[in-house]
């Protein structure tokens, strides 16, 4: 039989040590849930993700729900901090990562679900590493609302991204 209270003391105890005193996804102060399969203390909006991909996660709150012993003591080895240096190694300069109240839907899916930024994913990173990266996009234009092919150019040097409007005068946005 699990102790309650002391496992609920054990949790709110973690929760503000740096590292997890700061949603492990956006950064939002004082989370207050946690994934007990990742080991990780998250905010009620990236919780709310979390719960959508149960092959990957499980979310219980820290103040309400019911905690057995041996998960108290994987939140203890797990954490944040660790659970980041795995999940966040290889996360590219231009990925803008969510903070607290943006959408962090897809960043969530390609942090847990697709695990983009492990390092396991030899080709996403190859494109990634390159100081600058070309490739073509496609943007919904102001006036006629149909897609149009861009080319963008990122620069990892001038940390910009650059995409052209016509390619054969070479006038350019940034996005
Ligand atoms: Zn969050």
Known sequence: MANLERNKKILLDLVKQPGNHLCADCG?????????????????????????LPAVSRVKSIRLDYWEDSLVEFMRERGNSSSNA???????????????????????????ERREFTGEHPYLQR???????????????????????RTFLLSR????????????VGTCGFL
């Open 86 to 112: 795995v999940y966040e190694k290889c996360v590219p300069a231009f990925f803008y990562q969510p903070q607290q109240k943006d959408c962090v839907d897809q960043w969530i899916r390609a942090k847990y």
């Open 28 to 52: 939002a102060p004082e989370p207050d849930w946690a994934s007990y399969v990742l080991g990780i203390f998250v905010c009620l909006n990236c919780c709310g993700t979390h719960r959508d």
């Open 127 to 149: 494109e990634y590493d390159s100081d600058i990266l070309e490739s073509t996009l496609w943007k919904k234009g102001k006036v006629k609302k149909s897609f149009l092919k």
């Open 157 to 168: 040097k001038e940390f910009t991204l650059r995409y052209f409007v016509r390619e054969d």
